[in-house]
């Protein structure tokens, strides 16, 4: 398949899995800041703008999908020029006169605990009430974006014992074909369809949903086990659900080599179950 043939599938393909997404809005009614081939892409992560235009966020002329990613990109420093996306009215906004609500039952963008903006106090209240969550401005809102960088956010194993693993070795460019994020950034949770093409993922998670869309065996899929970050195949590995450590999408499912290895994790993690592959459904998919 050619490098376009691949982008339009991944496109096809994206668009259908984000057709029911909050944060997605026609093309049409998008405000895109940036130009070129970088027009839809956030610089930080990879994820396509217009999928998760409610939740974006600009500052020196770029675009960023959410407030994590402009939160990263800053080391938590309150950018003066930054403007947000009101969810009613899709028009960018000052930051600084937006009221958020965080923590609604309404997922949000890379984030564990999401985060819509409002140019109306009354419509953001409104929100609250169908939805739940609390009003903050923007320094408040940014100070949970925080919550987003435990301190173990992305532990590795120590060097006593650090030995020689096979990995899943990750092109700089590839990004994930469901959410379009750029998987390199994030070597312990890549995952990998390797057929005839090679398909790389930014989780678990994202590698099901691909898996059950097209119905494929588990016999191409490979994962990386969280501290070791030795490749796996995906059938033989045990997986963490509802744990404390969020992966770049949020809620995922985190795998191991060993089942003790998986059970330590849960405990030390607030894990709710250590699961084997064919006990993952496509509806826990779903739920995450």
Request: aromatic share 12%; glycine share 6%; proline share 4%.
């Given at each position: 398949?050619?490098?376009?043939?691949?982008?339009?599938?991944?496109?096809?393909?994206?668009?259908?899995?984000?057709?029911?997404?909050?944060?997605?809005?026609?093309?049409?009614?998008?405000?895109?800041?940036?130009?070129?081939?970088?027009?839809?892409?956030?610089?930080?992560?990879?994820?396509?703008?217009?999928?998760?235009?409610?939740?974006?966020?600009?500052?020196?002329?770029?675009?960023?999908?959410?407030?994590?990613?402009?939160?990263?990109?800053?080391?938590?420093?309150?950018?003066?020029?930054?403007?947000?996306?009101?969810?009613?009215?899709?028009?960018?906004?000052?930051?600084?006169?937006?009221?958020?609500?965080?923590?609604?039952?309404?997922?949000?963008?890379?984030?564990?605990?999401?985060?819509?903006?409002?140019?109306?106090?009354?419509?953001?209240?409104?929100?609250?009430?169908?939805?739940?969550?609390?009003?903050?401005?923007?320094?408040?809102?940014?100070?949970?974006?925080?919550?987003?960088?435990?301190?173990?956010?992305?532990?590795?194993?120590?060097?006593?014992?650090?030995?020689?693993?096979?990995?899943?070795?990750?092109?700089?460019?590839?990004?994930?074909?469901?959410?379009?994020?750029?998987?390199?950034?994030?070597?312990?949770?890549?995952?990998?369809?390797?057929?005839?093409?090679?398909?790389?993922?930014?989780?678990?998670?994202?590698?099901?949903?691909?898996?059950?869309?097209?119905?494929?065996?588990?016999?191409k899929f490979y994962v990386s086990d969280y501290y070791k970050l030795?490749?796996?195949?995906?059938?033989?590995?045990?997986?963490?659900?509802?744990?404390?450590?969020?992966?770049?999408?949020?809620?995922?499912?985190?795998?191991?080599?060993?089942?003790?290895?998986?059970?330590?994790?849960?405990?030390?993690?607030?894990?709710?179950?250590?699961?084997?592959?064919?006990?993952?459904?496509?509806?826990?998919?779903?739920?995450?």
């Open positions: 398949m050619e490098r376009r043939e691949f982008l339009i599938l991944g496109l096809v393909f994206t668009t259908s899995a984000y057709a029911q997404m909050f944060q997605t809005v026609p093309e049409a009614n998008a405000t895109l800041i940036q130009s070129g081939k970088d027009k839809y892409a956030c610089p930080n992560c990879g994820m396509h703008l217009v999928k998760f235009y409610k939740t974006s966020h600009t500052h020196e002329n770029h675009q960023y999908c959410s407030i994590h990613c402009l939160y990263e990109v800053t080391q938590g420093v309150i950018p003066e020029d930054a403007k947000v996306v009101d969810t009613i009215t899709l028009e960018l906004i000052d930051v600084k006169k937006a009221f958020y609500v965080v923590g609604s039952n309404v997922k949000g963008t890379m984030t564990r605990t999401s985060s819509y903006a409002f140019g109306s106090e009354k419509e953001a209240q409104n929100f609250i009430s169908n939805n739940g969550g609390k009003m903050m401005n923007f320094q408040e809102a940014y100070a949970v974006a925080a919550e987003d960088f435990p301190e173990d956010f992305g532990k590795k194993a120590t060097a006593s014992t650090v030995v020689p693993v096979t990995k899943i070795e990750v092109p700089k460019d590839a990004k994930c074909p469901i959410c379009g994020m750029f998987v390199a950034k994030y070597p312990q949770w890549v995952a990998l369809y390797d057929g005839d093409k090679k398909f790389y993922f930014d989780g678990v998670k994202d590698m099901m949903k691909y898996a059950y869309a097209r119905k494929l065996s588990s016999d030795s490749k796996l195949e995906a059938s033989q590995a045990f997986y963490v659900i509802g744990s404390n450590v969020y992966g770049p999408m949020g809620n995922e499912l985190i795998p191991f080599a060993t089942q003790e290895e998986a059970q330590s994790f849960a405990r030390d993690h607030n894990g709710q179950k250590v699961i084997a592959f064919d006990e993952i459904t496509e509806a826990m998919v779903k739920s995450l």
